[in-house]
């Protein structure tokens, strides 16, 4: 299985963007999965912005809510995250990830993006 990002880039600070990982090689499965997004800053450990699990329910780090929105779509084994009013402190590269058992902890995502660079400038 694969998940790969896409819709990074640089945008200005109160700017949107869409980020969109498209996952490969899942099957059937891929609706039963929790999917998530995290983020590693210039510098800093990677850490989660927002999930989506199986039955469609949402989490999102309290730095984000009310910013940016998760959701996926099963029928082409795609995630997103909508990001708005960007600040220059959300620039990191951001990852997609997925695992059976939704996690907060970075250790028990099994499957991994090869990240999309966001950076927002003032």
């Known amino acids: 299985v694969q998940l790969m990002e896409s819709g990074g880039g640089s945008v200005q600070a109160g700017g949107s963007l869409r980020l969109t990982c498209t996952g490969s090689?899942?099957?059937?499965?891929?609706?039963?999965?929790?999917l998530g997004w995290f983020r590693q800053p210039p510098g800093k450990e990677r850490g989660p912005v927002a999930r989506?699990?199986?039955?469609?329910?949402?989490n999102y780090a309290a730095v984000v809510k009310g910013r940016f929105t998760v959701s996926r779509d099963n029928s082409v084994t795609s995630l997103y995250l909508q990001m708005d009013s960007l600040k220059p402190e959300d620039t990191a590269m951001y990852y997609c990830?997925?695992?059976?058992?939704?996690?907060?902890?970075?250790?028990?995502?099994?499957?991994w993006g090869q990240g999309a660079l966001v950076t927002v400038t003032s």
């Open positions: 090689g899942y099957g059937h499965t891929y609706n039963s999965y929790c």
């Open positions: 990830a997925s695992t059976f058992f939704c996690s907060s902890a970075v250790e028990d995502w099994g499957v």
């Open positions: 989506v699990e199986s039955d469609g329910s949402t």
